[in-house]
């Protein structure tokens, strides 16, 4: 893209959604199904990776992007996510949810590339990278990587802004980034909308079995971040999963704890404030912070 005007358009267009029929909407409903899909679809950003320009960057700045020790596992994360999304798509019937799903898979996918070309201008060494396997249960990896996003994308989104504020990204990287990081906002906003319109339309007595899913998911997420905590610690060395986490003293600022959470609150805020307000928001994680932040010392 190359005419600034359509530039900002789309960026608008990402950001701000509303459904065409006013009206109170019930979560479940054929109505509220499309008023998810619908979102994701219209909000698409059609920015082609291969076009990016990427910033010359300072030798300071290239070496800090460049030891951020998170490169591998964002590029494998998205390769993981794209061929989850896409094999679960590929279950689904319904052509309007289908048709969602294929573009949030083609959107991890494109994240994939848009970081391959990131590790390509700046020279960043990756190792190599494992086979990407299609998951046996599909449904279980698009659980699990729609309520991964949910924790991630959160804590991202504050530390996206503490590496904005202390200029550990020059400006025109974070530009360049800031698509990405407002995708992953639409993806948890599709997927905890699609999880609850998914609940409400199975029949009673499948309910316990999904319920115990979602929970299964959860402990595995919860396992799989400590775990790869407990690893970092014992070989010193960082590929950091937990890197959202735990990453704000690495992106320039050493921010309290308490004001990271009070960060991410008010930019998961941001970041969700211009869809629909009938679609339901990402809560599990917000609702955490929340109660980490009062647990949190003040000063
Ligand atoms: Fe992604
Ligand atoms: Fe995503």
Not at 4 to 27: K, L, Q, V, Y
Not at 136 to 144: L, Q
Request: charged share 25%; aromatic share 12%; with cysteine.
């Amino acid at each position: 893209m190359s005419d600034a005007f359509t530039i900002a358009d789309a960026d608008h267009a990402m950001r701000n959604w509303s459904g065409p029929d006013p009206g109170r909407i019930e979560i479940g409903s054929e109505a509220h199904k499309r008023l998810f899909c619908r979102m994701l679809l219209e909000t698409h950003n059609p920015y082609k990776p291969a076009v990016i320009d990427w910033p010359q960057l300072s030798p300071e700045a290239l070496h800090r992007v460049t030891s951020l020790p998170i490169w591998d596992i964002a590029v494998q994360t998205e390769g993981r996510a794209s061929i989850r999304v896409q094999t679960f798509a590929e279950t689904v019937r319904d052509p309007l949810l289908r048709e969602a799903l294929d573009m949030d898979g083609g959107e991890e996918a494109r994240h994939k590339v848009v970081l391959s070309k990131l590790v390509e201008a700046y020279g960043i060494k990756l190792a190599p990278e494992p086979e990407y396997l299609r998951p046996k249960d599909p449904e279980w990896a698009w659980m699990v990587t729609g309520y991964s996003e949910c924790i991630d994308s959160f804590f991202a989104f504050g530390l996206f802004e503490v590496a904005k504020r202390s200029g550990y990204f020059p400006p025109e990287l974070v530009e360049t980034f800031e698509p990405v990081m407002q995708e992953e906002g639409r993806h948890i906003l599709f997927f905890v909308n699609w999880a609850a319109w998914y609940r409400k339309n199975l029949p009673w007595w499948r309910r316990p079995a999904f319920f115990f899913k979602t929970l299964a998911v959860w402990a595995f997420l919860i396992w799989e971040r400590i775990g790869i905590a407990r690893g970092i610690d014992a070989g010193g060395e960082a590929q950091d999963a937990n890197f959202t986490l735990t990453g704000s003293g690495a992106v320039g600022i050493e921010l309290k704890p308490r004001e990271l959470m009070e960060l991410c609150l008010a930019e998961n805020d941001r970041r969700m404030a211009g869809y629909d307000p009938r679609l339901l928001r990402p809560m599990t994680v917000p609702r955490l912070a929340r109660l980490a932040r009062k647990l949190l010392p003040k000063g």
